[in-house]
C-alpha cells in the first residue's frame, strides 16, 4: 500500500520519482505532485493513469500526504519547508544547500522536533555519508571535498557570474571555486548541495571545506571526499554520469532519493 507521497519540483529527479512509483519500486498509496509549471505535470499524468496519482496547483493542495520529496531547488526548500513539517509532512530535501543559511537551518530542525517529523537528507550524489556520520560518534578533525564538473555542470552559477568567470572559456580543468561549504552551497545553488549533505553528517557547513573545478573535457561530475579523524581517514571517489535530462544533476542522485523512499527492504545495510 505504502505512504502518501508529496513531490515538489517535476523535473529530473521528480519525473524519475514518479516512475519509480509506477513501476512499484516505491510504494505509495497516492501521489500528489506540485511544479510552479502545473501544466508540466498536468500534460505527463495521462487520463488512464491511475486515480491516486494527482497534479495540483497549488502548495496547500499538495500537503496532504505523509511525507514530501522535495527536487525542486533551493528557492522551493526557503518557501516551503517549515511549512511542509507544519502540515504534519516528513521531508526529503534533495535541494539541501538551502540549509547553509543558519537561520533557516535552526528554524527547520526546530520545527522539526516542535511537530515530531523528520527531515530527510538523501546521500544524493555523493558516497560515505553512512561512515562519515558514523565516524562523527568519535572526533572529527578535516572534512573536504573536491567537485570536479564539466562546464555544462557549473554554468550559470551565482559565483561564477559574480566573479566574471566564463567556464566555456576555460581550456584546462581548473579551481573556479575554493571556501566552506556554506560559500559553495550559496554560490553554486544548483551544483553542489552535496557540500551541505556532506556537512551535516560532519564538521558543519563553517567546518567543511569545498573545491570545485572546471574540467572542459570531463564528461562527468565526480565528487572526491577527505576526511580525518579519531578514527583515521575516509577517502571517497564517485565518478557519476549525468542525468540525460539535467547534466547539472548526476544520475546518483535520482537512485539515491528512490532508495531512500523503499520501505519494502527487510533487511537494511549501511548505517
Ligand atoms: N543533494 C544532491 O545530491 C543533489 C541535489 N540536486 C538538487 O535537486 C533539485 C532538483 O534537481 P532536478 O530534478 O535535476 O531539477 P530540475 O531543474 O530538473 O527540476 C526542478 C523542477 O522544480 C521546479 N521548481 C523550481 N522551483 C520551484 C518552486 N519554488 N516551486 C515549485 N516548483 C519549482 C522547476 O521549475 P523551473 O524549471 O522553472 O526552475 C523544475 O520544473 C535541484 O535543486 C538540484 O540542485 C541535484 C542533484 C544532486
Ligand atoms: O548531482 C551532482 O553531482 C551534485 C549536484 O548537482 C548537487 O549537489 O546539487
Known amino acids: ?123 544524493g550524489a555523493i558516497a560515505g555519508l553512512d561512515a562519515i556520520t558514523a565516524a562523527g560518534n568519535s572526533d572529527l578533525e578535516s572534512v573536504s571535498l573536491t567537485t570536479t564538473k564539466p562546464p555544462n555542470g557549473i554554468a550559470g552559477a551565482p559565483y561564477l557570474d559574480s566573479h566574471g568567470i566564463d567556464v566555456h572559456e576555460i ?12 560559500e559553495a552551497a550559496e554560490g553554486f545553488p544548483s551544483n553542489i548541495n552535496v557540500a551541505l549533505a556532506l556537512s551535516l553528517a560532519g564538521v558543519g557547513p563553517e567546518r567543511t571545506t569545498v573545491r570545485i573545478v572546471a574540467d572542459p573535457d570531463g564528461q562527468r561530475n565526480v565528487h572526491r571526499i577527505a576526511v580525518s579523524g579519531a578514527m583515521g581517514d575516509i577517502e571517497t571517489t564517485v565518478r557519476n554520469d549525468p542525468s540525460p535530462t539535467n547534466p547539472k544533476t548526476s544520475y546518483l542522485a535520482v537512485l539515491s532519493a528512490i532508495e531512500l523512499l523503499r520501505d519494502d527492504r527487510t533487511v537494511q545495510v549501511g548505517t
Open 1 to 123: 500500500m505504502g505512504r502518501a507521497i508529496g513531490i515538489l519540483g517535476f523535473g529530473t529527479i521528480g519525473r524519475q520519482l514518479l516512475t519509480s512509483i509506477r513501476e512499484r519500486t516505491v510504494s505509495a498509496s497516492t501521489v500528489r505532485i506540485f511544479d510552479r509549471h502545473p501544466d508540466r505535470v498536468e500534460s505527463s499524468i495521462d487520463p488512464a493513469s491511475p486515480a491516486n496519482v494527482v497534479a495540483v496547483r497549488s502548495f496547500d493542495r499538495l500537503v496532504d500526504v505523509d511525507l514530501v520529496v522535495e527536487a525542486a531547488g533551493q528557492g522551493a526548500v526557503r518557501e516551503y519547508a517549515v511549512d511542509i513539517l507544519r502540515a504534519g509532512c516528513d521531508l526529503v530535501t534533495l535541494s539541501v544547500g538551502a540549509l547553509a543559511d543558519r537561520t533557516l537551518r535552526e528554524q527547520v530542525i526546530e520545527t522539526a522536533e516542535q511537530t515530531g517529523q523528520t527531515v530527510f537528507v538523501p546521500s
Open 171 to 182: 581550456t584546462e580543468p581548473t579551481t573556479v571555486f575554493e571556501g566552506s561549504a556554506t
